[in-house]
Every structure is written in structure tokens, then in C-alpha cells.
């Protein structure tokens, strides 16, 4: 999960830095790895049981974490 949400935003952070420029980069890369986590807690907690829906709380809480990294400029 870690490699999900982390290294797939450096990687679209780093491509939309090079294209776009900087102040687009931050909002692609929040985009990329944030955009249906929302439907995913949704779905794993309506649908499945504690032990299936575990996974997606901890991706939320790894999403949460880079929010917080970008927003303090830290990645």
C-alpha cells in the first residue's frame, strides 16, 4: 500500500512537474492516488467483513499521510 500511494505520486509528481510545471503537479499527484478511495471504504464496509475491509482503512490512512506530506512540502 505504501508503494501504491507514495511511489505512484512521486512518479506522477515528478512527470507533471516536468510538463505542466509546479503548481499542477501537487493537485495531479493528490489526483492520481486519492481519486476512488472514498468509493472503496464505501464498498468494504458496507459489502465485506471486518477482516476483508481492513486493507482499504489502512490504504486510507497511508492516502491521509501523503496529504499531509505534500501539504507540508515534504515530498
Do not use: D, Q
Not at 500500500?1 to 512521486?10: G, H, K, Y
Not at 476483508?52 to 507540508?72: D, R, Y
Amino acid at each position: 500500500m505504501f508503494i501504491r500511494t507514495f511511489v505512484t505520486s512521486a512518479v506522477i509528481k515528478t512527470i507533471s512537474t516536468k510538463i505542466w510545471g509546479k503548481e499542477r503537479a501537487v493537485s495531479h499527484a493528490l489526483f492520481s492516488s486519492f481519486k476512488n478511495e472514498g468509493l472503496i471504504m464505501i464498498i468494504a464496509s458496507s459489502l465485506f467483513s471486518y477482516s476483508t475491509a481492513l486493507p482499504a482503512i489502512i490504504a486510507l490512512i497511508f492516502e491521509m499521510l501523503l496529504i499531509c506530506c505534500m501539504e507540508a512540502k515534504m515530498i
